[in-house]
C-alpha cells in the first residue's frame, strides 16, 4: 500500500473512531481509505465543508472521548492553524497528517515539498509545545501514525504528522503486526469524584487527566486563557502559570519524545542531518562516501520537533560541518545552524520543491566540505 | 517567598462555594460563575434561563447536554451553565458541535451563539450543517450587532442602521436569518424575541426534542452596542417595541418572515418536518454495507 493508506491504518490500528477532512492532493488518499474503512468499525468520516470545520470537528469528537485524526496538506494546514491553536490551548489530543507539498500558496500541488515544518512549529498563534514526526516510509507512516495517536494521549494535544508527497505516494510493503503486539496509550481520565474534580490541575505537575463530554464532571471548556478549573482568568499570572506549563509539558519531556536514527556517528567529520523522503537519498549518499574513505555519518530526524537541540550541540563539538539537504530553501538548517552555532559550520542543500535530491547531489556537498 | 510563588499566591481558584444553592436553577449555573459580564438590559440572560427552563421541561439530564459556543456575548453563555460547555473559536461552534454530536449521539448538543459568529464568519458552516442535517440545535441570539468589540456592522445589521464601523449608516443589506437556515435545510426553524419568553422556552424544548439541525432565531435588545446609536432607548424600550410590532405567524415560509424592528416582527414556527439525521443514515446505509462487504 503507499503511505497515505499506510497512515490511515496506522489510525485505525491506533483505535481511531472519527475523521473529518477536505480533500487536498495529495493527502486525498488518507481520506478516502478513511471513508472506507472507519464504516466496517462503526467509525464515522466526514467530508467537512473546509479544513478550518475539519479541525474543529476533530475536537469536538475528542472531547466526545473518541480518537480522532484528519489529513491535509500545506493550503489546508493553513487553514486549520486556529483551531490547532484551540487544539493546544484546550489540551485535546488527536493527530493532523500533512502530506507536505511545494508552496507557498497553491504551488505544486502534486509534487513534494518540505517547507511546511517552521508553519508546523510557529503556525498558530501564541506559544504552545509541538510534537511533529517525519516518517520517511510507508511502514513508518503505519507505525508513526500508531505513535502520533499516543504521543497526543500523553500529552493531551494535536500532535502532526509532518509527511511528504513522496512518502506520502510510494508504494511499499507494510507489515501491520497483531493487535495485541501494538502499545496503544489510552485516555487518562480523572480518578476523583465530579465534585471534587479540578479538571484542569496537571497532578504529576505537567499533563491533567482529561474528563470528558457525558461523564458528569460539566468542564467548562475554553480557549481564553483560564485558571486550573477551567474558567476564564484573564491576570497576567494564570496565564503565566498555564502557557509554561504548556510549553514545559513537551519542552521537559524532550528526551522522552524525541526519535533519531543515526549512522556513523562515532568518527563523523560531516554529518548530513536529514528526514522524510530526503533521507532515503541521503542515507546512499553518506554509503557512498564511506566506500570513499570520507568520515560522513548521518542523523535522520524521525521527530521534527521537539528538535534535538542538545544532541546536535554535542556533536557540533566534533563534528566540522552539518549538510542539511531538505526541500525547502532552509527551514531546519536554521534549526541546526541555531545549536552548532560557530562550532561547526552548516550548510544547506536546499531545493525549492517538486522533486528530491539524488543520492550524487547531496554526496557532491559532502565531498566538497569533506576535502 | 520567591517570585513565582508569588505569582501563585496571587492566582485564585475560581472555585467559589458560597452563596450557590439558593436559586432552583442554580444546579444549571456554575458555581462562583455568576454576576455574569453582560450589560444590564441585554437579552442574553432571558435566553439562557429559556434554554435552562426548555432543559427541565424535556428533564434532559445536564450530563447529557453539552453546550458549545464561539466567540462574543452570547459565547460567554457556555461558561455560565452548569453543564460540559465549550467556548471555541470564533464562528467555528458549530462544526465542534458537529465532530461532538456524531462521536456521542448519545448527548444532546447545542450550540448557543450570536448573530455574527454563526453568520458572518460561521454562515459557512451554519449552512452545511443544516444540508447534512447533523443532529446540533442552534440557538442564534441575534442583537444586530457584535456587542464584544464595540457595536460593529454584522450580517444582520438592518439598512441605513449606525454602528461603530457604519457611522453614516449601513448600505449592507442584512440577512434573514430564519429564511437562510430553512432554505439550507434546517428541519425545525422558529424565530421569538426575548419579550416571548413562554413561546421561546416551548420552541426550545420543541428542538430539543427534535432529531436532526434545528434553528432558533432570538431578538435581543443591545442597549451598549446598538441602541445607543440607533436611538431604541434601553433594554425596556427594545422590548416595548417587540411587543408592538411582533406579530406571529407560523408556519409562514421562513423567507418571507420580514423583520424591521420599527414597523413589524413577524416571529413563530416556520419550519418543523421529519428528516432523517446525518448520523442515523450514516449508521443505517454506510456502516450497513460497510459491515456486509
Known sequence: ?371 | MSALETFEASCHLSRDTERHGVHPDDEYLKRGRIPHIWCSGCGLGVVLNAFIQALKVREIPPDKAPVVSGIGCSGRAAGYLNLDTYHTTHGRGIPFATGLALARPDLTVTVFSGDGDLFAIGGNHLIHAARRNVDVKVICVNNFNYGMTGGQSAPTTPLESRTSTTPYGNVEYPFNLVGLAGAAGAVYVARWTTFHVRFLVDSISEALAKPGFTFIEVLAPCPTGYNRRNKLGQGLDTMKLYRENSVIQHGIPPQQAELDLRRRIVVGKFVDMEKPTFRREYENLVQQKARKS
Not at chain 1, 493527502?27 to 468499525?41: G, K, Q
Not at chain 1, 465543508?49 to 489529513?71: H, P, Q, R, Y
Not at chain 1, 506559544?127 to 499516543?150: C, H, K, R
Request: with cysteine; aromatic share 6%.
Open chain 1, 1 to 371: 500500500m503507499n503511505g497515505d493508506e499506510a497512515s490511515a491504518e496506522g489510525a485505525l490500528a491506533a483505535g481511531c473512531g472519527f475523521f473529518a477532512g477536505y480533500p487536498i492532493t495529495p493527502a486525498t488518499e488518507v481520506a478516502e481509505r478513511m471513508s472506507n474503512r472507519l464504516p466496517e468499525i462503526g467509525g464515522v468520516f466526514i467530508q467537512m465543508e473546509d479544513e478550518i470545520a475539519s479541525m474543529a470537528a476533530l475536537l469536538g469528537a475528542s472531547w466526545g472521548g473518541v480518537k480522532a485524526m484528519t489529513s491535509t496538506s500545506g493550503p489546508g494546514f493553513s487553514l486549520m492553524m486556529e483551531n490547532i491553536g484551540l487544539g493546544m490551548m484546550t489540551e485535546t489530543p488527536c493527530v493532523v497528517v500533512n502530506i507536505q507539498r511545494a508552496g507557498p500558496s497553491t504551488g505544486l500541488p502534486t509534487l513534494v515539498g518540505q517547507a511546511d515544518v517552521m508553519q508546523c512549529r510557529w503556525g498558530s498563534h501564541g506559544d504552545y509545545g509541538v510534537i511533529a514526526l517525519a516518517p520517511g516510509s510507508a511502514q513508518e507512516m503505519f507505525d508513526l501514525t500508531i505513535e502520533a495517536f499516543n504521543l497526543s494521549e500523553t500529552y493531551r494535544q494535536p500532535v502532526f504528522i509532518m509527511s511528504d508527497e513522496i512518502v506520502g505516494h510510494m508504494f511499499e510493503k507494510v507489515v501491520i503486526p497483531p493487535a495485541d503486539h501494538i502499545r496503544l496509550v489510552p485516555r487518562r481520565k480523572p480518578t476523583t469524584e465530579p465534585w471534587a474534580c479540578i479538571p484542569f490541575q496537571a497532578e504529576d505537575g505537567l499533563v491533567p487527566p482529561m474528563a470528558c463530554a457525558g461523564e458528569g464532571f460539566r468542564v467548562h471548556v475554553t480557549g481564553l486563557t483560564h485558571d486550573e478549573m477551567g474558567y476564564p482568568h484573564i491576570v497576567p499570572p494564570t496565564q503565566e502559570r498555564l502557557v509554561r506549563r504548556l510549553v514545559d509539558k513537551i519542552r521537559l519531556n524532550a528526551r522522552d519524545i524525541i526519535r533519531l536514527e543515526s549512522h556513523f556517528l562515532e568518527d563523523a567529520e560531516t554529518v548530513v542531518v536529514a528526514y522524510g523522503c530526503v533521507a532515503r537519498s541521503a542515507r546512499e549518499s553518506v554509503q557512498r562516501a564511506r566506500s570513499k574513505g570520507l568520515k560522513v555519518g548521518i542523523l535522520r530526524l524521525i521527530t521534527l520537533w521537539p528538535f534535538p537541540t542538545a544532541l546536535i550541540r554535542e556533536l557540533s563539538k566534533t563534528v566540522r560541518t552539518f549538510v542539511v539537504p531538505e526541500i525547502n530553501y532552509g527551514q531546519m538548517a536554521y534549526e541546526v545552524e541555531r545549536c552548532a552555532g560557530d562550532r561547526a559550520q552548516t550548510v544547506l542543500v536546499g531545493m525549492m520543491g517538486g522533486t528530491m535530491h539524488t543520492p550524487t547531489a547531496i554526496l557532491e556537498v559532502i565531498e566538497e566540505f569533506s576535502r
